[in-house]
């Protein structure tokens, strides 16, 4: 049986790049970004001006002059052709082209307007250059201005439509199927009778996709009899992903794993020293296709697609970085076994660690309800004291990714 880090080495060892193509920049909202982006000129691409007032020659002024004639008003969008005389300013609007010889910018604030329709600066003194963002100075053309890959959060957004990318290049998300399992399982708009469960794992791993932008193709739900799930994993792989939920453990009724491989899977590992979460099974086809075949309790659902899912697709993205970070746990906890153990954590207004709360094992449809992230109790070690140092994991799957 595998430790967790043995298993999340073999998950690694698997990952390939995603293939990449381009989506209408609207809809590229949380897909990640798969090439580096260029300025395609200069940025600004003009001098502009920063602020309502007057452009002048510092020359001018240095020269003692003080009341200027306006030549012109200039407004953002407007280009000029009127050239500027000894002695006379523009009057300019914010993010108007300054045009040259003008080089410094004199707030509205600090003039009087004259009947005479000259500008009179009243301030003791300016810097050449000032209120005046240069040509050139946030991008020049042909300067990498996104790195790669990156997640399109709305900021990323705006910035890739100022540089013109209306058609974003992102990683092609793979495609899904889900399949759930078990004959005490029906589904969420059913009445259950008192030996039975709601699917509530369907709905959880449909949310956990979505939100990783990954198309869900197929999802079904097939009792444990041999022949109906056979045919619902056989269409199941079909996709490039496939989840199954329920039917990795010991039981009789346990026929995912036998029937997997007579599907030509090829079983990568199976159990993993971990709690909860032990019996997950990982295979893959010979075409590069992989395969989750999770526990069926919720919360080991819910912690082994946060902890191998994610870490497949977050390395099929390109990133590299560990996705686990240091935090403060700030309430004890004790442990028996020897295992890994993943638990869930959360954080409270004003304080900077996290807390953990018991609960009544991997079944427990409520135990996650409001964290924040997992805490992970490394196996050799049996207590963490208060405001010991713990690996805990974000919820949200692109946190600290850059």
């Given at each position: 049986m595998l430790t967790y880090l043995e298993a999340r080495d073999k998950i690694r060892s698997m990952v390939k790049l995603l293939p990449t193509e381009r989506i209408p920049l609207a809809q590229s909202l949380n897909r990640v970004l798969a090439h580096p982006i260029f300025a395609d000129r200069d940025?600004?691409?003009?001098?502009?001006?920063?602020?309502?007032?007057?452009?002048?020659?510092?020359?001018?002024?240095?020269?003692?002059?003080?009341?200027?004639?306006?030549?012109?008003?200039?407004?953002?969008?407007?280009?000029?052709?009127?050239?500027?005389?000894?002695?006379?300013?523009?009057?300019?609007?914010?993010?108007?082209?300054?045009?040259?010889?003008?080089?410094?910018?004199?707030?509205?604030?600090?003039?009087?307007?004259?009947?005479?329709?000259?500008?009179?600066?009243?301030?003791?003194?300016?810097?050449?250059?000032?209120?005046?963002?240069?040509?050139?100075e946030d991008l020049k053309k042909n300067e990498l201005a996104v790195t790669t890959p990156r997640v399109c959060d709305i900021s990323l957004i705006g910035t890739l439509a100022a540089l013109g990318v209306h058609q974003a290049p992102v990683y092609k998300m793979p495609t899904v199927g889900i399949v759930t399992t078990g004959n005490e399982v029906v589904d969420i708009d059913q009445q259950p009778e008192h030996f039975q469960i709601r699917?509530?794992?369907?709905?959880?791993?449909?949310?956990?996709?979505?939100?990783?932008?990954?198309?869900?193709?197929?999802?079904?739900?097939?009792?444990?009899?041999?022949?109906?799930?056979?045919?619902?994993?056989?269409?199941?792989?079909?996709q490039q992903l496939i989840l199954i939920n329920?039917?990795?453990?010991?039981?009789?009724?346990?026929?995912?794993?036998?029937?997997?491989?007579?599907?030509?899977?090829?079983?990568?590992?199976?159990?993993?020293?971990?709690?909860?979460?032990?019996?997950?099974?990982?295979?893959?086809?010979p075409e590069g296709k992989i395969i989750f075949a999770l526990p069926g309790n919720p919360l080991s659902c819910f912690m082994t697609f946060k902890l191998f899912v994610e870490e497949y697709l977050h390395g099929c993205l390109g990133f590299t970085n560990e996705r686990f970070q240091t935090s403060t746990l700030m309430i004890p906890r004790f442990k028996k076994s020897s295992l890994d153990e993943f638990f869930p954590v959360f954080r409270h207004a004003g304080e900077y660690g996290y807390t953990w709360k018991p609960h009544h094992g991997s079944g427990d449809i409520t135990a996650t309800v409001?964290?924040?992230?997992?805490?992970?109790h490394v196996h050799n070690k049996h207590v963490i004291a208060e405001n010991d140092s713990i690996p805990v994991l974000s919820l949200h799957p692109f946190f600290n990714i850059i």
């Open positions: 940025y600004p691409p003009f001098n502009r001006a920063a602020m309502d007032g007057i452009a002048i020659r510092i020359d001018d002024w240095n020269n003692g002059i003080r009341e200027f004639p306006i030549r012109t008003t200039i407004f953002a969008g407007m280009e000029t052709s009127t050239a500027l005389a000894t002695g006379e300013c523009y009057k300019i609007m914010t993010g108007a082209a300054c045009p040259i010889p003008a080089d410094t910018i004199i707030r509205k604030e600090d003039l009087t307007f004259t009947p005479n329709g000259t500008a009179l600066i009243r301030c003791e003194s300016i810097s050449r250059g000032q209120h005046l963002a240069q040509r050139g699917n509530s794992n369907q709905y959880l791993l449909r949310a956990l996709c979505e939100q990783w932008q990954l198309p869900i193709r197929s999802c079904q739900h097939v009792s444990d009899k041999p022949k109906a799930l056979s045919a619902a994993l056989k269409q199941a792989t079909q329920g039917g990795v453990s010991a039981g009789d009724a346990d026929h995912v794993p036998q029937i997997l491989r007579e599907l030509g899977v090829e079983i990568l590992f199976h159990k993993v020293s971990i709690k909860p979460g032990k019996p997950l099974l990982v295979g893959c086809l409001g964290c924040d992230g997992i805490g992970w």
